[in-house]
């Protein structure tokens, strides 16, 4: 029934920018937190950053803040993840995730639904 679809990645030299896109087909999108993680190889799956659905906050890593943005389109169904300044160590599988219910939106077990994810290639 829930379906989120990342598109978006690809390969891009340091320094560079990409857009990552999150559609979703959940019902009533504007009451999702939405939330990106990332997986490297070897590791495990990382918070990027999130944002509620009830005021718009918005949460960052440390290692994105100032270079990445998370924004949302209600009326599209769809979150957005702008990547800056983009480093080798962004270098990983980009998921989109979903959560209704609320909770700590760095926890990767808040989310109840997520994407197949987006790989971004970041060369030196």
């Known amino acids: 029934q829930v379906q989120l679809v990342e598109s978006g990645g690809g390969l891009v030299q340091a320094g560079g920018s990409l857009r990552l896109s999150c559609a979703a087909s959940?019902?009533?999108?504007?009451?999702?937190?939405m939330g990106w993680f990332r997986q490297a190889p070897g590791k495990e799956r990382e918070f990027v950053t999130a944002?509620?659905?009830?005021?718009?906050?918005?949460y960052y890593a440390g290692s994105v803040k100032g270079r990445f943005t998370i924004s949302r389109d209600n009326a599209k169904n769809t979150v957005y993840l702008q990547m800056n300044s983009l480093k080798p160590e962004d270098t990983a599988v980009y998921y989109c995730a979903a959560n209704l219910y609320g909770g700590n939106l760095y926890y990767t077990p808040t989310y109840e639904h997520w994407g197949q994810g987006t790989q971004v290639t970041v060369s030196s």
């Open positions: 944002i509620r659905g009830s005021d718009g906050s918005t």
């Open positions: 959940v019902r009533t999108f504007s009451s999702y937190n």
